[in-house]
């Protein structure tokens, strides 16, 4: 709230009254403050520093098409293991996932982990049975790149190219993926805010990379009970600040099985445009992430639960 002058001509005070008998009687009428009125003056709009991801100045929200499926019209779901472990584990997993319902199949080749000493990820033979898993289902897949060397190798099998969280402000990794215009899953980095998590989106954007998505994961907070904390306000935030798809993972922004079906939920009700959900056929035998990953029944049994719920307008945000 604040206050403005309102100018009067009324000179209903005493001092503009003693002025106005002391003034010659031809002279113009004296114009004086009367009261001050308090009216609500809305805050000036700065222009947000994330000019293209912005929904100030691209108000529709964005439909990013990958492998054939659209991002941003309705709930997608993407679900896999954490790490590719063999042929037979990413085609079984891609087999009950797609029968489950699941629009894309995840599952790392590269991966990005906290130890040098934990599996790493098997690489381009991954890769290869990723590809092999998509001629079966007709799944488009979703996997990391870690580096710019990997760049052409990854694009050549993944349908969306995912940055992750370790990666977000990785800005070479950015502009390079910019330039193969492939759609990119943005993770949000464990520690970062909003603000960066949209700058990074605009590194792809202005690099002439309009197919972004986000993927918030849960950040870092006091909390050690969850592995992260899973953000759901700025979901909705990110909603209305940016034209982008927001996908949720339930998966890393817990570290727990058991609440990733209360994640989901909470991230359908808030307004995410999809979830990426870690699956596992044995996930207490899973070579990364397995205490997060649900088993394939649980996983059937959660998107059958949040497919049954009335569809969300995409224009809503
Ligand atoms: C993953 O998706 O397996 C992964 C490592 O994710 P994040 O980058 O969110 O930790
Ligand atoms: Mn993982």
Known sequence: ?????????????????????????????????????????????PAPPFRLASRQFHPESTVVRAGGVSIGAGLVVIAGPCSVESRRQILETAR?????????????????????????????????WLAEAREETGLPIVTEVLSQEDVERVAEVADLIQVG???????ALLRKLARTKKPVLLKRGASATIAEWLL??????????????????????????????????????????????????????????ALVPAASRAAVAVGADGLLIEVHRRPAEAWSDGAQSLDPTAFAALLAEVRAWPQRSNARV
Do not use: W
């Open 200 to 257: 990074a989106a605009e590194y792809l954007l202005a690099g002439g990379n309009p197919n972004v998505v986000l993927c918030e994961r849960g950040i870092r907070t006091f909390e050690t009970a969850t592995r992260n904390t899973l953000d759901l306000a700025g979901v909705a935030l990110v909603k209305q600040l940016s034209h982008l798809p927001v996908l949720v993972d339930p998966s890393h922004a817990t570290g727990l099985s």
């Open 96 to 128: 009950r996932v797609k029968a489950a319902g699941a629009n894309m199949l995840r599952g790392g080749a590269y991966k990005p982990r906290t130890s040098p000493y934990d599996f790493q990820g098997l690489g381009a033979k991954a890769l290869a």
């Open 1 to 45: 709230m604040s206050t403005r002058p309102m100018i009067s001509r009324s000179d209903r005070s005493g001092a503009s009254r003693r002025a106005a008998s002391a003034a010659p009687r031809s002279a113009a009428p004296v114009r004086c403050i009367a009261r001050a009125i308090p009216v609500d003056v809305p805050p000036a709009q």
């Open 165 to 171: 969280a370790r990666n977000m402000q990785n800005t």
